[in-house]
Structure formats: C-alpha cells, structure tokens
C-alpha cells in the first residue's frame, strides 16, 4: 500500500473549563494527520502537554493540495478541561469560535460530563462480559452523526459507538443483523436503544476486496428477505427516488450558495438528464428485483476483512431499497490510483452472479447501469432529506448532496 498523501494542518485548540467560567485560551499546533472528524486531536494536544476531553470542532477551512503536493487544511476544536485555563489568550480572529464553544448544543457528547457517563456505561457491559479496558478510549469519530472510540480491553480491543436520535435506528437494526446473517453487522455485545448506544467487536481490518466485498452484499440482502417486515425499515426505493428528484433538482436544492456549488452549466446539463432519470427509475421499479435491506452509504470505510470474511458496518441509514442501489463498484476502490473499467465490471459481475436466478446477466448489467446513475440520487437523498434536515448545525453538511449530484455529469 502507498504512503497517504503528505498532508500539513493548523490546529486551533481552545481550551476552557468545564462546567463554568469564561476563560478561554488557545493553543495553535502543526499536525501532519487528519483531524476533521475528531480523529488525532486529543493525540496532537497531549504532545503539546495539554489534557482535556472534546467538545466539538468549531471550524473547518481547507486550502487544497499545494504544488509541493503537501495538502493544507485549518481546523479549530473545543478542548474542556477539569482543572485551570492556561495558555496563550485567544486572539481576536477566533473570538467569536470561542463564544461559539461555550454555547448550547444539542449534541449529546459536545457536553463536557457526557463522557463520564458513556465511560460508565462501556465499563460496566465489559465487566458483564468478564473483560475490562486496559487504557482510555482513542476517538475516530466525534461529529454531529456519531461518536466512535476503539477501546482497548484485555482481550483486544473492541469499539463504542454512540448515534444521536435521528440514527437511532441503528442501534435496533445492527443486533438483528449480527445475529441472522454472519458479516451482517460486527458482532453486538452490547446495546441500549434509549441512549444510542453499541458495543461492537473487532471485525478485522478495514477495506476488502471489491468483488469480495459486493458478493457479501448480495448474500446479505438476499438472505434477510424474511427480516423485512422485523426491521420496520423505511421505503427508500425508486418510487422514493421518483418523486423526490425534482426537489433534487430544484433551485433550492442547487443554489449557489452552498460549498461545492454546481456552475449554472453543470446545473443546466444535470436537469437535462431528468426525462433519463426517470426512465431509469421506472426500469428498476418494473425489474424482477425485490427490495431488500439497504445500507444507503456502502464505500471501503464502512467494511472490514478477516482472512476472507466480510462484515459491513454502520447501518445508520438503513432502509429498505432496490438492492442494485447499494451496489456501485468505485465506492469500495481508492480514489487513487482510480479502478479502471476491467476492475469495476468484474467487481459488478461478482455482484449480478448472485442474481442471476432472476433474470439473465445481459439483463442485469443494464439494470444495473440505470442502478450506479440512480444511486447517486439515493445517497444525495440520504444527505438532502437525512442529514441536512436532522443535525443542531446543518451548515457542516451544506452542499454534501452536491457531490453525489455532480457525479452524474461524468462522462
């Protein structure tokens, strides 16, 4: 595997007491790793001496790849702390970010004595399951849509997720899953509904094979069929898709505004391709497929391998769908270097092999050609009508169904 991309980030971490007071100080650090998602920042700021809990990233401004090839970002977060506030004053242009911290939020573990909560909980369904953590969690995610923590335990480690309300329904769908179909879901030891909690073992490494990876999918939805109507899942099918695409496409939808706006003639050959859409709509609708469950945000980052099993994760956008859909090849590859046509259409043929008892592969394929266009509509659903409409800040998702919409532009 190549090294990731060279990457250089100024990291703004503002630091004030939990529970009281209105200092603040701030610390500004060089980091070379990713922290968007919250993801290496409690790391950067303990080799900068400093100790606290996340509160949550207040800002967020990339700069690109430079021709030194080195990408650039700038990213401030809230860090609380028990006990003094020292450091260096924040200066005037992030003023207004430390106002922003010490505001109220919504996100249950933006708040600076949620953690001791959550740790109590992880701590008490680990001794359930005679096991116990060897040390404090490491944050992979900590946004608006979920908090992630891999815990490590005497026997390895395990992960800790917690989703807010509108995702809730992955805490329902995720047992049920682990437990009817193997690579479903990571296996759950742990959940509790009412907090949006999971307790999940280790599935393996990240990633998989493509067609290995599409093939899995295919056994999963054809053989939580019987499950449809346990899971209570939300229709999000064609008929969805249908009559939702003219929002979709309408000047609130595309306003220019938004980060990764479309240009007015992006915008103009996007609605050119209305009367095809619906076409391929319509022959997905009338195909012999049934709908089944649906992941809904399927790429590399929601799978894992061990040895030649496959497990999906992440289920929060779970519903019940065409299953070509789910199906698009280039999410399970790397952006680089990008798959070529070979790779992807045996990848897809993994896929259709197991359909094939349904109707003929010539059949197939072209179905699931109107199926890769048509799923960019679903995911940028997902964001449109899910995200944008659910999280307390809908400015950290504005324009996130644009990129799904600019796809179908691709030659």
Known sequence: MSDPAPRETTLHLLVT??????????????????????????????????????????????????????????????????????????????????????????????????????????????????????????????????????????????????????????????????????????????????RGFLLLADSGEPGGDPAGVLQHLAHVQRATLPLRSQLHLRERGPAYLRAHLDDLLGDESLRGDQPGALTPDEVAALRAQRTDLLAALARLDASPLPLTLGHGDLHAGNVTTRGRAVTLLDWSDVSLTHPFLDANPAYLFPDDPAPGP???????????????????????RALHADAVRAGELYRALGYRNGIQRAVPDPGEWAGAHLWHLRRLLRP
């Open 17 to 194: 007491r939990a529970g009281c007071g209105a200092d603040a100080a701030c610390h500004t650090l060089t980091v070379h790793t990713t922290t968007y998602a919250g993801e290496n920042v409690l790391e950067a700021a303990q080799s900068a001496g400093l100790r606290g809990r996340l509160g949550r990233r207040l800002a967020f401004t990339p700069h690109g790849r430079g021709a030194d090839g080195v990408t650039r970002a700038t990213c401030a977060w809230h860090l609380f702390t028990d006990g003094p506030v020292a450091g260096p004053p924040v200066p005037a242009s992030l003023r207004a970010l430390a106002c922003a911290a010490r505001s109220p939020t919504a996100t249950p573990w933006f708040h600076a004595d949620w953690q001791a909560g959550a740790l109590a909980w992880l701590d008490a369904e680990l001794a359930v399951q005679g096991c116990s953590r060897t040390g404090a969690p490491t944050v992979l995610k900590h946004w608006q849509i979920s908090l992630l923590w891999r815990v490590p335990t005497v026997r390895g480690a395990v992960y800790f997720k917690a989703v807010p309300a509108f995702f809730r329904r992955e805490v329902q769908v995720t047992p049920r899953l682990a437990g009817a179909v193997p690579g479903a879901a990571p296996e759950v030891l742990a959940a509790d509904e009412q």
């Open 342 to 364: 070979a790779q992807l259409n045996a990848a897809r043929d993994a896929y259709l092999s197991v359909w094939t008892d349904l109707a003929p592969l010539d059949e197939l």
